[in-house]
């Protein structure tokens, strides 16, 4: 019969160099973060790189986590994200060209006016800023911003909403798509 080991004990095994103990809150956790990674960049195959990347990230910074500031989960959501986020920031659009050359994608009609968004989010009450930014910009869910700003999480749902009857007004057609994109992060 195989032992049943508890997340403190696979992580004291893995902050002594086990890689078996990795290789157990892999299958303990890969399905819950493959799943987080998934859904913020939104292609598979980058997902499971990115997973990777995030499970050779917390075997170098194991020594780091600390289980009285919260749950292994919790912490290596956090590496997730921050790894999904961080790699979605670091990507340029490359197309192929017929000379089988890399090329940057930097066409100006491909790449949306955002400065009419940008005046009309300035023209907000300040905590429908904060509550756009906190989504929009940093990348939280809905539940992570409305703890960061410190209100129910009903009331930052209505910033949210409240924010983008707004913004709607002055810049319709750009706007619904941001509305679907945060409406499927939330």
């Known amino acids: 019969m195989e032992k049943t080991y508890t997340d403190k004990q696979l992580i004291e095994q893995l902050q002594n160099d086990n890689k078996s103990a990795l290789f157990e809150l892999y299958n303990r956790y890969s399905g819950a973060l493959y799943g987080v990674v998934l859904r913020i960049c939104g292609d598979e195959n980058k997902a499971e790189d990115l997973l990777q990347e995030t499970f050779l990230k917390i075997w170098q910074k ?77 990348g939280l869910t809905h539940r992570e911003a409305h703890e960061e700003m410190g209100v129910p999480l009903g009331t930052f749902k209505s910033y949210i909403q409240q924010a983008l009857r707004e913004l709607r007004k002055t810049y319709q057609k750009e706007l619904f798509l941001l509305w679907l994109l945060i409406e499927t992060m939330g």
Do not use: M
């Open 62 to 138: 194991i020594h780091l986590y600390d289980p009285d500031k919260g749950r292994f989960f919790t912490w290596a959501y956090r590496i997730a994200k921050n790894t999904t986020l961080n790699a979605l920031r670091n990507t340029k659009d490359l197309i192929q060209n017929e000379d089988l050359s890399v090329y940057e994608s930097k066409s100006e009609s491909e790449t949306p006016d955002y400065s009419d968004l940008c005046g009309s989010i300035k023209k907000l009450d300040s905590h429908h800023q904060e509550a756009l930014e906190l989504v929009y910009y940093k």
